[in-house]
């Protein structure tokens, strides 16, 4: 029988010894490193969400973005051919074609910023509201149901809605996702995420925090509208002032032998330079007048 080299084995089992080693050293380093999820991407929201936020907030829910964007190519469709057919001048046609397809927008924004300003005014009631609620034993759902009932008026179907969802489902969370979506604001963005944290980490500090972001609401409303008051004339200068021009032009379309200038291609380029500069001076203006807007940024 032929024995084994005792070098050979020693070498052998030396190796393994080092593989061995080496497979426990690089688990002890592996396992000081912690696996981390996969973070979904954030997205930022298209110019359809926001159109989307602003009928919500204009209270025109029922109406989609396509909706909106049909009357815009309506009303440029129906302006241009009327006013062609009064003045037989393209480029004047075209430039209040374009002012008539952008009013629904432009409407529906003003609504929005005007019930912003509104609920702004309302929400410290409705988060008092809450607070008393809480205070007074009820659960925290039940809380945002009695607002339904007892809180401001133009705050109250959210939270009738809010709580037939509620009954029906009983799924708290869900149903505060679909009280966001109804309500499309920054603020009661704010508020629900703050209710969702309050369910989930329980505690004692809930009325607290209902009283503090009161507080904070309150006098960012009172801030705002001060400045807003002061502000307002940078703001009403700026539409007069882009607004005079094409008032004249409109006056001078009743009679169309004084809009025929305007036909030949130095008309027109004098009438793109001149929307171009009144669009460009008109942001500009607003740019610096008037108070920068809440972003829905927990949507």
């Not at 509208?225 to 002061?230: K, N, P, V």
């Amino acid at each position: 029988m032929i024995g084994v080299n005792p070098v050979v084995e020693l070498h052998a089992t030396g190796s393994l010894l080092g593989l061995l080693l080496g497979c426990g050293v690089f688990c002890i380093w592996w396992s000081a490193w912690v696996p981390t999820g996969s973070r979904p991407a954030s997205r930022r929201p298209s110019f359809g969400d926001r159109l989307t936020d602003e009928l919500v907030q204009a209270g025109y829910a029922s109406m989609g973005p396509r909706t909106l964007l049909t009357a815009c190519a309506i009303a440029f469709s129906m302006v241009l051919l009327t006013v062609y057919a009064t003045t037989g001048v393209a480029p004047v046609a075209l430039c209040f074609a374009a002012m008539a397809g952008y009013a629904p927008v432009a409407l529906v924004r003003m609504r929005a910023r005007r019930r912003r300003a509104s609920l702004r005014e309302l929400w410290p009631d409705a988060v008092d509201n809450i607070a008393s609620a809480v205070r007074a034993g009820l659960a925290l759902p039940e809380a945002l149901v009695q607002l339904g009932r007892r809180g401001p008026e133009e705050l109250r179907p959210a939270f009738q809605a809010f709580a037939e969802d509620y009954r029906a489902t009983g799924r708290f969370h869900e149903c505060l996702d679909d009280l966001k979506e109804r309500l499309s604001d920054p603020v009661g963005d704010r508020l629900v995420e703050s209710l969702r944290i309050a369910r989930e980490v329980g505690g004692s500090d809930l009325g607290r925090l209902l009283r503090t972001l009161s507080t904070f609401l309150r006098e960012d409303s009172r801030t705002r509208a001060e400045l807003e008051t002061r502000q307002g004339w940078t703001v009403n200068a700026a539409r007069l002032a882009v607004s005079a021009p094409w008032v004249v032009l409109a006056m001078l379309c009743t009679r169309p032998e004084s809009v025929r200038a305007y036909s030949s291609a130095t008309g027109a380029g004098v009438l793109l330079a001149g929307g171009l500069v009144s669009v460009v001076a008109y942001r500009l203006m607003i740019h610096i007048g008037r108070l920068p807007e809440d972003e829905r940024v927990l949507r």
